[in-house]
């Protein structure tokens, strides 16, 4: 298998090791932010893609999951 991101290999993943730790980061501090601000998933996605502190991995993530939440929108 390879990263849906970067195509590095992977063993069980559909993520590199660099880019799940990302999405697990990205996943677990959207319950906080959902609380905190009842806030959407695509919305949470756009504004932390926005914000200068993201870092590189968690920005190409965010990219991912916007451009794959568009792609579901569009199917449906």
């Known amino acids: 298998m390879t990263c849906k991101i970067c195509n590095r290999p992977n063993k069980k993943n559909e993520y590199c090791s660099l ?3 990302a999405y697990q980061n ?4 959207f319950e906080v932010w959902k609380k905190a601000l009842e806030i959407s998933w695509i919305d ?3 504004n932390i893609s926005k914000n ?3 870092g ?3 920005k190409e993530v965010v990219k991912y999951l916007i451009e794959a939440e568009s792609r579901n929108v569009k199917e449906r």
């Open 19 to 21: 880019h799940l730790k």
């Open 26 to 29: 990205i996943y677990k501090k």
């Open 44 to 46: 949470y996605l756009v």
């Open 52 to 54: 200068s502190l993201t």
């Open 56 to 58: 590189e991995w968690a």
